[in-house]
Nanobody
Framework: QVQLVESGGGLVQPGGSLRISCAASGSISLIRLMGWYRQPPGKERELVATITSGGSTNYADSVKGRFTISRDNAKNTQYLQMNSLKPEDTAVYYC??????????WGKGTLVTVSS
């Protein structure tokens, strides 16, 4: 089992920056891929970014050049640095971990609101 706990969400003005974190615990050695997903109000959950244990990253087109995913394996923590935030980035952001057994684990989510 893997447990994931997000932190760092909040209210930010358009054009601002925010960093959210996800601390993993439990069977950390089983994790092969970590990522962030988001669910805007009234919409489906969507992929934001992923990062492998080796540091390879992948981003949704909508966040490329603005968001950066990173991972500190020593701290069992991943981060999402979000810059140039837009109102359409408003969503609940979920931390995801995919195991070598292809099991997905999810955090409870953290709300990011971009508004003036």
């Amino acid at each position: 089992q893997v447990q994931l706990v997000e932190s760092g969400g909040g209210l930010v003005q358009p054009g601002g920056s925010l960093r959210i974190s996800c601390a993993a615990s439990g069977s950390i050695s089983l994790i092969r891929l970590m990522g962030w997903y988001r669910q805007p109000p009234g919409k489906e959950r969507e992929l934001v970014a992923t990062i492998t244990s080796g540091g390879s990253t992948n981003y949704a087109d909508s966040v490329k050049g603005r968001f950066t995913i990173s991972r500190d394996n020593a701290k069992n923590t991943q981060y999402l640095q979000m810059n140039s935030l837009k109102p359409e980035d408003t969503a609940v952001y979920y931390c995801n971990a995919n195991s070598i057994l292809d099991i997905n684990y999810w955090g409870k989510g953290t709300l990011v609101t971009v508004s003036s």
